[in-house]
């Protein structure tokens, strides 16, 4: 059984989701394993953060990370390594 | 003397992934970097304590050593805990086995994950070995001599916080 994910686990999992390529947020939801009033709550502080952008084609809405929330997503990465070898799982 | 540079090497490697690590993640994951926090506290009183032989200091130490295995072993602070501090801080001994007890079993958890293949740091477990057996020797130095701040048992320690700090320098270092 998979564990409870934390919120800050799930808000790196979008990101990482958004910077393999830009998705809408069915496709988010999709492959993060979230409600969509989650996906709502955590799209609101990413857009607020500016980690993330809005970006429309035609009728589409597609998401698409920024470089500030690359960084982000970069010493995210480096600080789960970190805690991955003290035995953690954040 | 030895004490005094024990302290202060202490102080300074337990210092150092407060101030390499990102600080736009350590704002957000607090709970992970009470971690440091608590050896920071732990070498800040251990010199404090050297300095003014107060032993509310004394006590200090003892506590925050024992939060730091206690925050290592849960990820978070236990409430309960909280309840029995009181004690503790009376009592000496007392965190020191509670100190004891999480260090054991942190180990254990971190062998076990070892074991089971996960991206578990050698150095991590051989600074728990250290920290178990300083403990360990803490423990025999007050059963046998009523001496609190043993410096073979403070030396012991200090090289399994030597060991703990390892793996953030090598993960920083990666970049």
């Known amino acids: 059984m998979r564990k409870n994910r934390s919120e800050s686990r799930i808000i790196f999992e979008i990101l990482a989701i958004i910077e393999k ?15 969509y009033s989650k996906f709502k709550e955590i799209e609101e502080n990413l857009l607020e953060r500016e980690l993330i952008i809005k970006v ?9 990370i920024t470089d500030h929330g690359r960084d982000l997503l970069r010493g995210w990465r480096k600080f789960k390594e970190l805690m991955e070898m003290y035995g953690f799982e954040p | 003397m030895i ?5 202060i090497i202490g102080l300074i490697f337990s210092l150092i992934p407060l101030v390499i690590l990102p600080l736009k993640i ?34 200090f130490l003892y506590v925050f050593q024992m ?3 206690l925050n290592m072993y849960r990820s978070y602070l236990a409430k309960e805990l909280f309840l029995s501090l009181p004690a503790i801080f009376y009592v000496n001994d007392i965190a020191l086995i509670f100190s004891f007890y999480f260090a054991t079993f942190n ?6 994950n070892k074991i089971n293949k996960k991206n578990v740091s050698m150095m991590a477990v051989l600074s728990l070995i250290f920290f178990d057996v300083g ?4 423990m025999l130095r007050i059963l046998s001599s009523q001496d609190y701040f043993s410096t073979m048992a403070n ?9 703990f700090i390892v793996p953030a320098l090598r993960v920083v270092r990666k970049g």
């Open chain 1, 21 to 35: 390529e830009e998705c809408t947020s069915s496709t988010i939801i999709r492959r993060a394993n979230i409600p």
């Open chain 2, 107 to 112: 180990l254990a958890e971190l062998l076990r």
């Open chain 2, 155 to 163: 030396g012991i320690f200090l090289i399994g916080t030597i060991f």
């Open chain 1, 56 to 64: 429309s084609n035609g009728d589409k809405v597609f998401y698409s």
């Open chain 2, 135 to 138: 403990i360990i020797f803490q």
């Open chain 2, 67 to 69: 939060l730091f295995f």
């Open chain 2, 3 to 7: 004490e005094e540079v024990v302290g």
């Open chain 2, 26 to 59: 350590r704002t957000g994951m607090l709970k992970y970097f009470m971690l440091y926090i608590f050896l920071v506290l732990f070498y800040a009183f251990y010199i404090s304590y050297y300095f003014t032989g107060n032993n509310v200091l004394l006590a």
